[in-house]
C-alpha cells in the first residue's frame, strides 16, 4: 500500500518508520511531482502548522491535496497535521486544507506544562499513549464527526469519512496501533 507522508517540516521520519514496521510503502511528499504517482493514502505530520501551511502554498501543493482528500482521498493528521485539516482554528486568521468539520485551537495542550503522555482509549484500539507537544484543542465539532479518544472530557482524536484527525503523535510512541488502524480502514474502503 503506498502512503503519502507530508515531508516539508515536522516529524515526518517517524511516520516512514512506523509505516515500514507494518509493510506498508511509504513515500516523502516534497513537491508536485511526487504527487505523480498514484497512492492510496496521506499522513499529514506533527510539526508547525503555520510554517506546513505556508510550504504547501508556495510549493502548490494545497490545492492539489485538498481536492484530492475532499475525493475521499484517506488521510490522517497528527497534530500539526489535524490543525491543516481543521475547517476552522480558533486562534488563527488561516486555514489551510479545511476538510475536516471541527473547529481547533493550537497550542492548547503543553503550553506551560510542557509536553505529556496519557494512556487513554482509542475506539477500536484499546488503551494507547496520547503523546501531547504543544497540541491543538478540538472545541467544537460539526455532524457526522465521529470520537475516536477523548482527554479531560474533551475529543483529542476524530474521524470523518476519510479522514482522521488527532490532536496526539501516535508515531512518536513505538506502538504502531493508530497506523494500523489507518492502514485497515483504507484496506477495507477499497473492498
Ligand atoms: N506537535 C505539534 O505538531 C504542535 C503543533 C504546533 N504547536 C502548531 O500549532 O502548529
New binding site residues.
Given amino acids: 500500500m503506498r502512503i503519502g507522508v507530508l515531508a516539508v517540516q515536522?516529524?515526518f521520519a517517524e511516520h516512514i518508520a512506523m509505516l515500514q514496521k507494518l509493510d506498508a510503502e511509504p513515500f516523502e511528499i516534497r513537491q508536485k511531482r511526487d504527487l505523480e504517482q498514484p497512492f492510496d493514502g496521506l499522513i499529514l505530520?506533527?510539526?508547525?502548522?503555520?510554517?506546513?501551511g505556508k510550504l504547501l502554498r508556495e510549493l502548490g501543493l494545497l490545492e492539489d491535496l485538498r481536492m484530492r482528500i475532499a475525493q475521499g482521498l484517506p488521510v490522517l493528521g497528527?497534530?500539526?497535521?489535524l490543525?491543516l485539516l481543521a475547517e476552522k482554528i480558533a486562534n488563527?486568521a488561516h486555514t489551510y486544507f479545511g476538510t475536516l468539520p471541527v473547529t481547533v485551537q493550537?497550542?492548547s495542550y503543553g503550553r506551560q506544562l510542557g509536553s505529556f503522555s496519557k494512556t487513554a482509549d482509542i475506539k477500536g484500539i484499546g488503551p494507547f499513549p496520547l503523546v501531547f507537544?504543544?497540541?491543538?484543542s478540538i472545541e467544537a465539532m460539526g455532524v457526522g464527526v465521529e470520537v475516536l479518544a477523548e482527554i479531560d472530557g474533551k475529543a483529542a482524536g476524530v474521524r470523518y469519512g476519510n479522514q482522521i484527525g488527532v490532536a496526539f503523535?501516535p508515531e512518536l510512541t513505538g506502538n504502531a496501533a493508530v497506523h494500523q488502524l489507518f492502514l485497515q480502514r483504507i484496506e477495507d474502503s477499497k473492498i
Avoid at 45 to 52: A, K, Q, V, Y
Avoid at 133 to 136: D, F, H, K, N, V
Fill in positions: 515536522g516529524a505530520p506533527g510539526g508547525e502548522s503555520t510554517t506546513m497528527t497534530c500539526a497535521g490543525i488563527d493550537r497550542n507537544i504543544r497540541a491543538p503523535h
